[in-house]
Nanobody
């Protein structure tokens, strides 16, 4: 069973930065596109960013383009989400996900449990 474990969330002030990590196990990590999503209170799941297995291609939601950056270290089986200039509206539970085939914005195959990010004003 694929396992994805997020870390790095917390409580920060507006304008701060955070880097989330997602450690993956029980998969051939470098072959899986990886994505980051979030769910804010009372809102639907929102796609944020995704990266191809080789790390050569990335896609972003318009809402975070220029502030968030996705990257991966295949030697460590880890994907990251660098979040800068955080805003109170970025408060959410953040999830990483793995897809068996495609670099895309939805319908991922495996999900982590999530990590809470709270941004105070």
């Amino acid at each position: 069973q694929v396992q994805l474990v997020e870390s790095g969330g917390g409580l920060v002030q507006a304008g701060a930065s955070l880097r989330l990590s997602c450690a993956a196990s029980r998969l051939t990590f470098s072959t899986y596109p990886m994505g980051w999503f979030r769910r804010a209170p009372g809102k639907e799941l929102e796609f944020l960013a995704a990266i191809r297995g080789t790390g050569g291609n990335t896609i972003y939601a318009d809402s975070v383009k220029g502030r968030f950056a996705i990257s991966r270290d295949n030697a460590k089986n880890t994907v990251y989400l660098q979040m800068n200039s955080l805003k109170p509206e970025d408060t959410a539970v953040y999830y990483c996900a793995a897809d068996r085939l495609y670099l895309r914005r939805e319908n991922y195959d495996y999900w982590g449990q999530g990590t809470q990010v709270t941004v105070s004003s």
